[in-house]
């Protein structure tokens, strides 16, 4: 007879072995591919036209090889094609000559037929057919021209022009970094920046710490500061720093200097032990205990609360809780490259599927939480021309090194997610989007983002690959705010934030939408707002004056932990490993 014991070994079997099983996969569900790879072949090899038309599309790919071929060898010279439109890889003088034009020609069309095969099969899940091209693009760029020495006519030159010394160096290069990997050293040149000597080393005190957070007051630096203060909620999927990096771009700093009260929360790095650690926690030990915090130290003061990426969707459930139940200590909101619709989270929900999300958390529950660094091969692999391939290509055959920079070594300094509440962040956020469509719970019951109606502030980015801008745009389809600020601004999901006045190339659009206004479209509200040059740190700051009150004589340092004693930011949470 099976016994409820029986039943959990049985269980815990399946999480150590695929718990085991993912350290060869990167942790990606071998079930999940093979299921999508499996609709995929089934309803292409069950569509006669479709075989039809990718077998014409090969034909007509072949053609044209042979047919640049044939003109090379009988005339001895080929049309060139304007080279910026060319892909980026290929648009240099070298690869327009023989034989690198074809071998890079070839590749496209191959990639271009591969293309034409994954895509509008009919009766296929799209994100099954979504994962299938995803893959199919993965495994050909690895095939490129580029990655190869005989192959690629520039490194091919510059091999040629040093003797083979770079390939010496990049080998050096390449036993290096396997060595640093394989004693879990961080990377070349990330001693170069240290979390309280060059990065986060704006002047403050934590002023307040639980099991899960820090609670940062950073120093003014004005004579008046203005009425209301400022908290600012970091995801906890990395470390807090990154809107304190350096002093030139530390948005704290920046902010600091315009005059305004500003706390920070740093996060616990979890371990094993918090694995039970749910979002309640991290909402109710995280940001209603700084909301409580702030209000003890600054009383009858309301708060400007700015929220970054996870941190943000957070701080909107947070002001959604507090509104539901009558708090009005939030005076406004900023979502920076934040969603709270999860329908269109771009190509990262090419590993957000059921089979995916149980996978992580069998792994998750052999050992309690899930590491970033589990998962950066897969994130990776969004950017692979970018992230993979071009690194291994400097690196270790070019032999050169790119210098890291700070954003480059935050980026390294990874964290730990626990199980609950990783899971729980998985399916209801993810899979079932229920904080969009109003079923959420905190404290039991629903929250709902048309709660909110104070001043809002969207930001999101131009190349957000985590969080698309159009997906951070749906906050208006959800909102009942008085009213939404929204900046589409150039970079990515980080470099666009940490976008200081003065970064060369940056530029923006903005524009606000008034309450009871008519919903537009992503498509037509892009159109319609021209382009500024610069950084939208500065609309921001002027929004934010446009709603703080007077100012005042600084608040004074006051304690709020138990021993009394404070010590200075950036603390001692943000040193955990």
């Known amino acids: 007879m099976e016994t409820p014991i029986t039943k959990t070994l049985l ?35 069950n569509s006669p036209g479709k075989l039809t038309e990718t077998s014409l599309s090969m034909f007509r790919t072949l053609e044209k ?53 994954t895509t509008e099969v009919p009766g296929v899940i799209p994100h099954h057919r979504e994962v299938v091209s995803f893959t199919g693009k993965q495994m050909l760029d690895l095939l490129s021209p580029v990655n190869y020495l005989f192959t690629n006519p520039e490194l091919l030159n510059m091999t040629l022009r040093k003797g083979g010394m770079n390939l010496v160096t990049g080998f050096l ?31 403050g005190k934590v002023i307040f710490r639980n099991r899960l957070m820090e609670l940062i007051q950073y120093t003014p630096s ?109 005076k406004t909101m900023t979502l920076l490259a934040t969603q709270v619709d999860f329908t269109e989270a771009g190509e990262l929900m090419l590993f957000i599927d059921e089979s995916q999300v149980t996978y992580l958390e069998d792994i998750m ?56 509440m990783h899971s729980r962040y998985l399916r209801e956020l993810f899979l079932n989007n229920d904080l969009f469509e109003g079923r959420f719970l905190v404290g039991g019951r629903p929250v709902a983002i048309s709660d909110i109606h104070g001043p809002v502030f969207l930001v999101s980015t131009e190349k957000d690959h985590v969080a698309p801008w159009t997906s951070v745009y749906k906050f208006h389809l959800a909102s009942d705010a008085e009213s939404i600020t929204f900046v589409l601004t150039s970079g990515g999901h980080n470099a666009g934030i940490i976008s200081e006045p003065g970064h060369k190339g940056r530029h923006y ?3 606000t939408a008034i309450d009871k206004a008519c919903y537009i479209s992503p498509e037509a509200w892009y159109k319609s707002t021209p382009a500024s040059e610069g950084s939208w740190w500065g609309p921001w700051k002027n929004w934010l004056t446009g709603h703080s009150g007077v100012k005042e004589p600084p608040p004074n340092f006051r304690s709020l932990l138990a021993s009394g004693d404070m010590i200075d930011a950036p603390g001692i949470y943000v040193m955990e490993p």
């Open 11 to 45: 269980k815990d079997m399946d999480s150590l072995y695929h718990a085991i099983q993912g350290r060869f996969t990167a942790n990606l569900s071998p079930v999940a591919v093979s299921l999508a790879f499996s609709d995929w072949f089934l309803h292409f090899m």
């Open 509 to 511: 659009r903005i524009s």
């Open 365 to 420: 529950n052999s050992q309690g939480y899930l590491d970033t660094r589990q998962m950066a091969g897969a994130f990776q692999l969004l950017r692979s021309n970018d992230l993979i391939w071009s690194r291994i290509v400097r690196d270790y055959l070019m032999g050169e090194r790119t210098s890291l920079n700070d954003l480059m070594a935050w980026n390294n300094d990874t964290t730990r997610m626990p199980f609950k």
């Open 65 to 117: 090889i042979g047919g640049r071929g044939a003109e090379l060898i009988f005339h001895g010279a080929h049309e060139k094609k304007e080279r910026a439109l060319l892909d980026v890889r290929f648009r240099e003088e070298p690869w327009q000559n023989e034989p690198y034009r074809t071998y890079y020609k070839s590749f496209l069309g191959v990639q271009k037929w591969w293309q034409d095969m």
């Open 173 to 203: 290069n390449l036993m290096e970094d396997l060595k640093r990997q394989a004693t879990g050293e961080k990377p070349v040149g990330s001693d170069l920046y240290e979390v309280g000597k060059n990065l986060a080393v704006t002047p």
């Open 222 to 330: 004005t004579d008046q500061v203005y009425h209301e203060p400022v908290l600012i909620v970091p995801a906890w999927i990395m470390k807090y720093y990154i809107l304190d990096l350096s002093p030139e771009n530390s948005l704290v700093k920046y902010l600091v200097e315009a005059g305004h009260t500003v706390f920070m929360i740093s996060w616990k790095n979890p371990a094993k032990e918090d694995r039970n650690t749910d979002m309640e926690d991290y909402l109710n030990l995280g940001v209603m205990e700084a909301v409580e915090g702030i209000t003890e130290l600054m009383p009858e003061r309301r708060i400007h609360g700015v929220g970054y990426c996870l941190g943000g969707t957070l701080l909107a459930i947070a002001a959604a809780a507090m509104a539901r139940d009558g708090d009005n200590r939030l």
